[in-house]
Each structure stands twice: as C-alpha cells, then as structure tokens.
DNA sequence: TAACGCTGTGTAATAATATAACATATTTAA
DNA sequence: TTAAATATGTTATATTATTACACAGCGTTA
C-alpha cells in the first residue's frame, strides 16, 4: 500500500497544473498560470515543487530547470528517473524500463557510496525531428 | 589519435583552473579567479565553458550548476557521462564502469529515439559521509 | 488547556545562474 | 584574398532560485 500524502492547497493547485501537461513547466510559467489562483510569489511556487519533488509527484528535469508529472508509479519508491529528451523538439518521456532500472539499482562503484537515488536523461532526436 | 583542439586564450586560462581543481566549481567562482587575467564578464566565462563542454574537455553536473574536468578520454567520443555525488559533503567523481557504459550505450527505447548523448547523476552518501 | 514542534502560507528583497545584442578582431579555408 | 567561422569585449538584461521575517493551522503531549 503506498502512503497517501495528504497535499495543501498550493501544493494541490500546482500539481494539478503539471498534471495537466504532459511536457515539463518552468517555474515562472507555473507562477504565471496560478496568479488567478492566488499564488503571487516565486518562492510559493518553489515551495511547492520542492515538496512534490520530494515525494515523487513530480521530478525535475535537470538539463532544462523544468517540471514534469511522474507518469511511474515504481520510481516514487525508488527515487530513480529516466528520461528521454529531444534536443529539437524539447520534447521530454519518462523512460520505463525494466532491465535499465534493475542495471542502475545494482550498481555498485568501487569507492563504497551508498546511492540512494539516480537520475538519468537522454538526449537525441525523436522520431518526427530525425 | 584524438582530435587535438586548439584552444583559445580564454578557453586555455579557464580549463587550466578547472583542471587545477578535482572538483566542480561555479561559473561565477570561476569568474571571480579569473579576474586577475583579464577575463571580465558572465559572457567570457559561459563562452568558454560551452566550448569545453562541447568537445568534452570538460563536464557540467546538472544538478549543480557546476563545471568539472573530465578524467575519462573515453566520453569525449561517447558524449556519455556518469557521475556520483555525496549528498552530504558535495563530493563529485566521474565514473568509468565500461559494463554500465556499455548497458547505456546499447539501450533503445520502444519510441524509435536516436541517442546521441547520455547524463547519469547518482546521489547518496560517499564512505566519509555515511 | 497550554506549550511545543512541524508544516505551510504570504510578502519583500535579493542572490545566483545564464543569455541577448552589438561592435570588432582573429583564424581558417576556399 | 575574400568570405566564413570562431573568438573577443562590453553593457544590459533575462531567468532561475533563495534568504529572511511574520504568522497560521494542526497534532502531540506535558
Ligand atoms: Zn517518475
Ligand atoms: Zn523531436
Ligand atoms: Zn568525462
Ligand atoms: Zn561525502
């Protein structure tokens, strides 16, 4: 049974937006979209994000400062995320895969890190940008 | 034989301390040091590390916003990089796993995706830090 | 109940990271 | 030897993210 984190309103608002998209959103579009709703400063919305980071609603996409719904139910447990970026398009997938994630779980490098996260992007073209 | 690049006055002054350092430093902290050479603006500094990231004298850790030399000849062809990072002391090392490298190298996603670049970031606690 | 810790909210100010635009110089290659 | 490509220098600005402070709500527990 998964943890149901009870989410606040801000939390909530923003969420739903990124769930919405099903590409990534900057932090200051996030802000532009949910003036209506009564959020007003950067700092809430980063608030926010920083909390569905954490708990594995979202995940951010390094290489782009941007935010995208988990589509993953598994890498909420294991705090693991794989994704494929198109360098024309922008266009972003989170990667499901198995055997990669197993290969990545098990790694193990020969300084005695305990790893208790990854993140993975890919980058090259998708099939319409080829 | 590698391609050998030549470099550039302010291309060299920047790697050299990037080299100098076995561990990321910040475009601006590279600013700052590289004052006292002539090197006065964010522009100088960004140019010459896109140049460096690009043919893969050096690397940026994206979850840190932070440059580092690379250490492993074999990425600058593969434009491949793995990298651990101590959530507690910020320790960053280059990885060089050649069955890891391989898996990644050989994956292929279900959506017809050419790859032509990967960034791996594992985080988790270094041996002195646990 | 009252005190406390924890999480969240709201607001203002500011820090940190990165790029646009323009003028000019230098190197490379046809 | 001219044109293209790469690099420089400078100013201004855009984008991304955090610090600091005041306070509200909620559950625990003394
Ligand atoms: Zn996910
Ligand atoms: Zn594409
Ligand atoms: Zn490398
Ligand atoms: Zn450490």
Same mark, same amino acid.
């Given at each position: ?65 941007? @935010?995208?719904?988990? $589509?993953?139910? &598994?890498?909420?447990?294991? #705090?693991?995320?794989? =994704?494929?970026? +198109?360098?024309? %398009? ?16 098990? @790694?193990?490098?020969? $300084?005695?890190? &305990?790893?208790?996260?990854? #993140?993975?992007?890919? =980058?090259?073209? +998708?099939?319409? %940008?080829?």
């Amino acid at each position: 049974m998964q943890k149901q984190e009870t989410l606040s309103k801000n939390q909530k608002i923003i969420l739903d937006l990124i769930e919405k998209s099903d590409q990534p959103l900057k932090a200051y579009s996030i802000l532009f979209d949910v003036k209506k709703k009564g959020i007003n400063a950067p700092l809430q919305v980063y608030r926010a994000l920083n909390k569905l980071v954490k708990i594995g609603k979202i995940h951010k996409i390094e290489s782009r400062n941007a @935010f995208i719904a988990c $589509k993953n139910s &598994k890498c909420q447990i294991a #705090n693991a995320t794989i =994704f494929s970026i +198109c360098e024309s %398009c922008e266009d972003v997938t989170e990667i499901h895969d198995h055997k990669l994630s197993e290969h990545l779980r098990d @790694f193990k490098d020969n $300084k005695g890190m &305990k790893y208790n996260k990854y #993140n993975l992007e890919f =980058f090259g073209l +998708c099939k319409k %940008c080829v």
